[in-house]
């Protein structure tokens, strides 16, 4: 009866002890787990989003340039960028605006000081920061200068200037303009005969001289 007894002891001694094994391997796999699962999600909290905020897909400045003249980084998505682009036109349209007004007014006062190529531009879906190559934004600068400083007799080589500079800009950018940026900032250039009636005529109104145009239709 004595060793009957002590069996039973024994074998619920054992079971005891597979019990706290189990448990404590059990225990053990959660903490595991858990430790797993906090990780993953600090690793995703920590990770860029890649979905596009915003109307410029979230750039802005020099990274916003860069997306525009081929090198966008990798974490914009390559079906927004078409949109940003069509919006980008109004930010580099009125970038060079603001270049060339500052221009204007510090070479009405007789000043003359190094531009900045990174401006706040305000479009109608909101602000973005812009950036512009150096090189085109002193030649921008100098152009708007030079306007209210130079003859008349010079305003030609200005207008000519002020459009290369724009014209590379766009072409960077792979945006067409729909006019060159002299007729906006310095309006329709004096020299080229305007279109009346069929004849090309002058500023002033009379005929251009033996210039002709000949009416169609």
Known sequence: ???????????????????VIYLVDRVNSLEKDTKTAIENLSSIAQAPSSVAVGPFAGLSAKKLWD???????????????????????????????????????????????PPKNTRQITTLRGNVESWLPMPQVNAIYQCGVDISQKSPEQQGEVRMALDDACNQLFGKTQIEPKAPMSHSLMGSDPATPAVRGGNAVTTDGLPAPDTKINATG
Not at 6 to 17: D, E, R, T
Not at 94 to 106: C, L, M, Q, V
């Open 1 to 19: 009866m004595d060793l009957l007894f002590l069996a039973f002891i024994a074998i619920g001694l054992l079971l005891l002890l597979v019990l």
């Open 67 to 113: 997306a525009m003249t081929g090198r966008p980084p990798e974490d914009v998505p390559a079906d927004s960028l078409g949109d940003v682009r069509t919006r980008y036109e109004t930010v580099l349209i009125k970038h060079i605006e603001s270049i060339f007004e500052e221009g204007k007014r510090d070479g009405n006062m007789g000043v003359s000081s």
